[in-house]
């Protein structure tokens, strides 16, 4: 006799929770904060370390022979010439990297429509605009929980940031969202919660 299919897992069987709002842009920049592991791609990098020493050594020639006809002597030559070689250098490599900051997140579109969650038995239905993802309970990875908002990242989708203005000052809806969300960690892949906040 072949055995019944499993059930999915319910964290709970009746009521549904919702949030909606709107995504700003230093949120979406938290979130791409949050999930990448670097701001700064190896590309940049690499030229900022091979155009760096190229600076100092140019500076330093510069300045050796703006200094010979000056009368200074052989060790202030070398030791001026030397300080400005480095921090050209180092001033180069600062500015190099700050230009080749990520400043775009990528997900611009997240900010034109409002952003709707529904905690169902099922999983997490999230709506934006026109568009609907669901996603099982099954999926989740993380619960990520900070002062200001609750990342959620899942297998097979993309992380999703939760602000807690989104709750206003309904401290008990946004205590029974998060608990919620830990609840369905239990049929997660990582059973994850990180950043628990004191109750």
Do not use: C
């Amino acid at each position: 006799m072949p055995s019944p299919a499993p059930t999915p897992f319910r964290p709970y069987t009746d009521e549904t929770l919702s949030i909606s709002g709107a995504p700003s842009d230093r949120d979406m920049k938290r979130l791409v904060n949050q999930t990448r592991s670097s701001n700064i791609g190896p590309t940049a990098l690499y030229y900022a370390g091979v155009t760096a020493p190229v600076i100092s050594a140019g500076m330093g020639f510069v300045t050796r022979q703006a200094l010979v006809g000056t009368g200074l002597t052989d060790y202030w030559i070398l030791l001026t010439s030397s300080l400005l070689a480095a921090m050209a250098g180092v001033s180069w490599y600062l500015i190099f990297m700050r230009w080749s900051y990520r400043h775009h997140h990528g997900r611009a579109s997240e900010l034109d429509s409002e952003t709707s969650i529904d905690l169902t038995p099922e999983g997490l239905h999230i709506r934006r605009g026109d568009v609907e993802t669901r996603i099982a309970w099954r999926a989740l990875r993380s619960v990520r929980e900070s002062r200001r908002d609750t990342l959620i990242t899942f297998r097979g989708a993309d992380p999703l940031l939760v602000p807690d203005k989104w709750f206003g000052r309904d401290r008990q809806a946004a205590k029974a969202f998060r608990a919620r969300l830990r609840q369905g960690l239990q049929d997660g892949e990582k059973k994850e919660t990180t950043g628990r906040r004191r109750q």
